[in-house]
């Protein structure tokens, strides 16, 4: 038994994710998680909400409330929203959380005895409307790279270009929109990355299993004109973690707060702090450390992040130098599953302009299986991939109502008519049903090896595959037809069909957990990984009981469709 601990990209506090954001971190790495649990591996599998800088004030004075109270009510709204899409995290956390506190403080002082903190007087800009500095979300203007209007002083949405606030051409201000803005001087401090080029390289090159997508980032940020640029760690915010080194104060850094993306990745240790402190769920009363600390037992741990592209500089630059630079035992990241975007019927998903589905909607019209199994099967892994409503129709129709639904009503409803609601007894199989096996262990071990390898789209298509073959056995055995003949005959076809149920079962529950439960529970099996094809294929005997389930998936109707496409053309309200 492995020990896998997983984390995805922590959403920001400010509103619900779209569609987008769920697909390029959040769940795939639950597929992950609930594979990896399947198989009988030790997981913790960890996420929070982002909730400091210039994104959760933004939206806190929005929405009219202060930031602490706008924090927590999205906070419960994330929450929930992730476990009606089913995800399994051991623990959802908060990145303003006092254990997140305590570390981030932690680290700074680490890095400040390490040299690696040098204190900086910087030119800033300061908004004469507002009366305040605006630190990089708080300035709006267009990308000097790729000349996007709306690039925010962090980082260019459009193109992932990091960027200075003064970098930006017209700048304004995102709270008053006020074009009165002036350069100040401030001062600030900066974490020395440039003194780690050389051990980054050196780890990143040793990473040659990372999918290319994220290799390719990460020496892009590392080796592209000046290199890794140091990066000021603080800001003139009200709403944050205090800068202090440990528990001692910071001279000189009176009023100011950590920046949101140095104390952001560190959330994820926190995370796992906030779970144990939470006595929450089986293995945290062996404390956190275990997961965390290579002289306290996460030696033996294998750590995978899942994020978007635009995340990737962050974690494997960023936060490794953080890590690195503390000079503490702590655990690396060993693998980070990154991804493209997932664009939305001709444009772009978007937080910012409210374009696309969101999370809430998408569950207001449609139960998550059918959410999870498109998006997961079109996962945009390799390249971009798009969202469209048809294609989203036919995929779900043809995949979860034509073949996996329609296999599981017709053969438990022809057992109950020919045999009643109990596995009929009788017959021996024969050549048909030999030959399924040899190809479902096949297909069985391929899926596991596309899974192992977090290759998502191959595995949905092998998994797809399984689905399809017993849908062809069926056709092909034809037991409605053999019944008239040959009696016994049908009831083995019969049996061999209802045992494929709960195989389905155990195979389908990363990707549609719901749908998994209730041909486990029609059956009168509990879910579990299958070790073999031949094994499963006869673990239920003859009058094992079962019921017919009701219908598993609805087909999306070509009136909703439209309704749907109309009514998710604009923008968000």
Not at 49 to 61: I, K, N, S, V
């Amino acid at each position: 038994m492995a020990r896998i601990l997983i984390t995805s990209a922590i959403p920001y506090i400010n509103g619900i994710k779209h569609l987008g954001n769920l697909v390029g971190s959040q769940l795939p790495a639950d597929l992950y998680a609930r594979y990896m649990r399947a198989r009988g591996h030790e997981v913790l599998f960890l996420c929070a909400t982002d909730e400091h800088g210039t994104p959760a004030e933004l939206a806190a004075a929005k929405a009219g409330k202060p930031v602490a109270e706008y924090c927590a009510e999205m906070w419960a709204v994330q929450d929930e929203l992730g476990r009606g899409f089913r995800l399994s995290f051991d623990h959802f956390g908060r990145s303003s959380s006092p254990q997140n506190h305590r570390l981030t403080q932690h680290f700074a002082g680490k890095l400040a005895e390490a040299g690696l903190i040098e204190e900086v007087t910087e030119k800033q800009v300061y908004s004469i409307a507002d009366g305040r500095f605006l630190p990089d979300r708080y300035i709006e203007g267009t990308c000097p790279n790729c000349g996007y209007d709306k690039a925010r002083g962090d980082q260019c949405e459009n193109c992932t270009k990091q960027l200075d606030p003064t970098d930006l051409i017209e700048p304004r201000s995102a709270i008053s929109g006020s074009t009165e803005l002036e350069v100040r001087e401030t001062k600030h401090l900066y974490l020395r990355q440039s003194a780690m080029r050389g051990e980054l390289r050196d780890w990143i090159n040793s990473k040659t299993d990372w999918p290319i997508l994220t290799t390719s980032i990460a020496k892009k940020w590392l080796d592209d004109g000046d290199g890794l640029q140091d990066r000021g760690i603080t800001r003139d915010l009200d709403w944050g973690i205090p800068v202090k080194k440990g528990d001692a104060d910071w001279p000189g850094m009176e009023g100011k707060v950590f920046y949101v993306w140095f104390d952001a990745p560190i959330e994820y240790i926190a995370c796992a702090a906030e779970w144990v402190e939470a006595g929450k769920g089986p293995g945290s009363e062996k404390g956190w450390e275990r997961w965390w600390r290579t002289d306290k037992g996460a030696e033996d741990v294998r750590y995978v992040q899942f994020m978007g592209k635009d995340n990737v500089p962050f974690h494997t630059l960023s936060f490794p130098a953080t890590i690195l630079g503390s000079g503490e035992p702590w655990k690396l990241v060993d693998y980070i599953k990154s991804f493209n975007y997932l664009n939305y019927d001709g444009g772009q998903f978007s937080t910012s302009q409210g374009r696309g589905v969101f999370m809430d909607q998408a569950l207001e019209i449609l139960p998550p299986d059918y959410w999870r199994w498109w998006l997961l099967s079109h996962a945009p892994e390799t390249s971009d991939s798009e969202f469209t409503w048809e294609g989203f129709q036919q995929d779900v129709n043809k995949d979860l109502a034509d073949v996996l639904g329609n296999f599981v009503s017709r053969i438990t409803k022809f057992c109950r008519s020919k045999f009643g609601e109990t596995v009929p007894e009788g017959g021996g199989y024969g050549p048909q049903e030999a030959a399924l096996i040899a190809d479902l262990e096949g297909r069985l071990r391929r899926y596991e090896a596309h899974m192992d390898a977090i290759d998502i789209r191959k595995a949905a298509a092998e998994l797809r595959a399984i689905w399809v073959a017993g849908n062809e056995y069926l056709q092909s055995a034809a037991p409605w037809t053999a019944f008239k003949e040959d009696p016994e005959r049908a009831a083995a076809i019969t049996r061999f069909a209802l045992n494929l149920i709960p195989f389905y079962a155990g195979l389908s529950a990363p990707f549609i957990p719901d749908a998994a439960a209730a041909m486990a529970e029609a059956m009168d099996v509990e879910l579990a990984w299958p070790e073999s094809a031949e094994t499963a294929l006869a673990a239920l005997p003859g009058s094992h009981p079962f019921t017919v389930p009701d219908v598993m998936f609805t087909k999306i109707a070509d009136e909703a469709r439209e309704d749907w496409a109309t009514r998710f053309a604009g923008t968000r309200g």
